[in-house]
């Protein structure tokens, strides 16, 4: 019995969600609500890593589950936002100081999601994307200053507030006018063409070439192509896939999952569908009267799941899930295969019939083990 469903909420999740979907939902919202996407989001992309802090260490969901939030904060969590994104701000409460300059940042890189159709990673697809990106200003080379027009700043703000009688609170944030490189820019000497910032935005089309067979969540990396900043390596931007819902098809890792429906005659007495493949072929699926179709039946049809990566001429197995309709149905196919004959409302067997009585065994097969292949 779960406690608190309030982390559960933030990510969408139900207290019940494994791991991995944990993860997938948290991966969403981050790419959503980034600060460099949303700087107005801040402290919902905070509220969104916490909640994947606890929820993705299994320790601490467990703690969480039963206690709650309470049971969390008792337990001695560092309440930080470990997260793969970069958070910047900082705080320091209670009248603490921070003496040091802090640190300038390395390169940052930038994600963004790409969604595709199971078709496209099936066949491989080209995308453009368009991506606005900051770069060194050409005017000023990221100068932006005569050599008379900088002052020290220090590289961080300090604010202080009243929060309650007596008790004062002092917050040290990255300086919003020099962005922590301690320098600030005099209004007249900044240039004229980035407004002292050193970068300028432009857009930039990438060409996104996705193989044939690439996964959900698979990475596409294009190297020096995020923001440039001023004595620092350009960052990447890495492309993650997002692999939507398909109305036919299941995929799990090389192989492709689909339903089949049948009814009775075709369960006993033989069957022929056919299948629409994702580079649209025809598939004829089969089986022999007398063939015995049970609920819950698997059957395989070898290289033609979905292909593998960088291995494209080799493909997993598409597994057919067989379900057998019984309603609404007329006995007449199946008494005339089994050798029987109407006479009125009653059914007799054939004496000159050959066919043999099937002895059906009810058992459903269990699992995704394939019980026979095309």
């Known amino acids: ?4 469903t309030g982390y559960y909420d933030i990510l969408g999740v139900e207290p019940g969600s494994s791991t991995e ?37 299994s320790k601490k969901r467990d703690l969480y589950d039963r206690g709650g939030e309470e049971a969390i904060k008792g337990g001695g969590t560092s309440g930080g936002f470990h997260s793969p994104m970069d958070i910047f701000d900082m705080f320091f409460g209670g009248g603490g100081r921070m003496h040091s300059r802090p640190e300038r940042r390395g390169k940052r890189n930038v994600a963004h999601q790409l969604s595709m159709s199971l078709e496209d990673m099936y066949n491989g697809a080209t995308r453009k994307l368009t991506l606005q990106k900051n770069v060194i200003c050409q005017k000023c080379n990221g100068e932006c200053y005569s050599a008379q027009g900088r002052n020290s700043r220090g590289g961080t703000e300090v604010h202080i507030q009243q929060i309650g009688p007596g008790i004062i609170q002092q917050i040290q944030t990255m300086c919003s006018e ?30 996104v070439h996705v193989d044939r067979g690439m996964k959900d969540g698979q990475k596409i990396t ?6 440039q900043l001023p004595g620092l390596e350009p960052g990447d931007v890495i492309i993650i896939l997002d692999q939507k819902e398909h109305a036919s098809f299941q995929r799990s890792e090389n192989n492709l999952i689909t339903q089949m429906e049948i009814n009775l005659v075709e369960a006993l007495c033989g069957l022929k569908h056919t299948i629409k493949t994702l580079d649209n072929r025809t ?41 057998v309709n019984v309603h609404n149905i007329s006995l007449a196919p199946i008494n005339s295969f089994l050798g029987y004959t109407s006479t009125g409302n ?24 394939c019980k026979g292949y095309y």
């Open 1 to 4: 019995m779960v406690l608190e």
């Open 346 to 369: 009653d059914y007799t067997k054939s004496k000159d019939n050959n066919n043999q009585e099937l002895n059906i065994d009810q058992t459903p097969v269990g699992g995704l083990r």
């Open 283 to 323: 598939l004829v699926i089969g089986s022999r009267p007398g063939e015995v179709i049970r609920p819950g039946d698997v059957k395989c049809i070898l290289n033609e799941g979905m292909p593998l990566h960088r291995n494209p001429f080799e493909r997993g197995l598409l597994i057919i899930q067989f379900q």
């Open 21 to 57: 979907e944990i993860k997938k939902a948290y991966r969403k919202l981050a790419l959503k609500f980034h600060p460099d996407k949303n700087p107005e989001e801040g402290e919902r992309f905070k509220g969104i890593s916490q909640a994947y802090e606890v929820l993705s260490d």
């Open 178 to 207: 020099c962005r922590g490189e301690g320098e600030r820019i005099n209004a007249k000497d900044r240039c004229k063409t980035c407004s002292g910032k050193k970068v300028v935005r432009e857009k930039k089309i990438l060409e």
């Open 222 to 227: 294009f190297h020096g192509e995020g923001d």
